[in-house]
């Protein structure tokens, strides 16, 4: 299957600051790739699809780059809503997987 | 407006069997293929299923391979996931996603296994 390892855990920033998240994948997956923000005890919401497409409604400062094995997710200036935890996930091949997720937390 | 809602979560014992229910409105669920994402308390997220919905494949996770079964009922506009012979380790909060890209999901369902 494949295997992608989201990095870092953990990003400890501030609000207003960049965030640049990275998932990398075991092998190609081409821009199969999606990111998922979950705030506490809600339920995961798509923000990137395709690997650079935003999904509906979500904000410009939320960006998605890369195909093959190395994707970012990149907030610009993060607003207080922001600080979640973010996942990535493959829809290549069979099984789909998630990465272990980054959690952006408030400094 | 799309809805997805989960129902068929609670307490099982170890062995036992629960069928969860995705109920969907706001587009037809025969067009688009459909998923079920759990995640174990305090854990990340795991692909559980899938059913196309072109052709009605379906798919499974290593993990539950043999003992669950994703299905629909296009007339009733709901997703199906029935689970045999349940382990402690299947416990979680299990989600349906709607499409290739998971761009709706629903709010969840608890299913606890513990004798």
């Known amino acids: 299957e494949v295997v992608l390892t989201q990095s870092p855990p953990t990003l400890s920033l501030s609000p207003g600051d960049r965030a640049t998240l990275s998932c990398r994948a075991s092998?190609?997956?081409?821009?199969?790739l999606g990111w998922y923000q979950q705030r506490p005890g809600q339920a995961p919401r798509l923000l990137i699809y395709?690997?650079?497409n935003r999904a509906t409604g979500i904000p410009t400062r939320f960006s998605g780059s890369g195909s093959g094995t190395d994707f970012t997710l990149t907030i610009s200036s993060l607003e207080p809503e922001d600080f979640a935890v973010y996942y990535c996930?493959?829809?290549?091949?069979?099984?789909?997987?998630f990465g272990r997720g980054t959690k952006v937390a408030i400094k | 407006e799309v809805q997805l809602l989960e129902s068929g979560g609670g307490l099982v014992q170890p062995g036992g069997s629960l069928r969860l229910s995705c109920g969907v409105s706001?587009?037809?669920?025969?067009?688009?293929?459909m998923s079920w994402v759990r995640q174990a308390p305090g854990k990340g997220l795991e692909w559980v299923s899938a059913?196309?919905?072109?052709?009605?494949?379906?798919y499974y996770a290593d993990s539950v391979k043999g003992r669950f079964t994703i299905s629909r009922d296009n007339s009733k506009n709901t997703l199906y996931l029935q689970m045999n012979s349940l382990r402690v380790e299947d416990t979680a909060v299990y989600y349906c996603?709607?499409?290739?890209?998971?761009?709706?999901w629903g709010q969840g369902s608890l299913v606890t296994v513990s004798s």
């Open positions: 996603a709607k499409g290739g890209d998971y761009e709706y």
């Open positions: 706001g587009f037809t669920l025969s067009s688009r293929s």
């Open positions: 059913i196309s919905g072109s052709d009605g494949s379906t």
């Open positions: 092998e190609s997956v081409g821009t199969y």
């Open positions: 395709e690997a650079s």
């Open positions: 996930q493959q829809r290549s091949r069979w099984p789909r997987t």
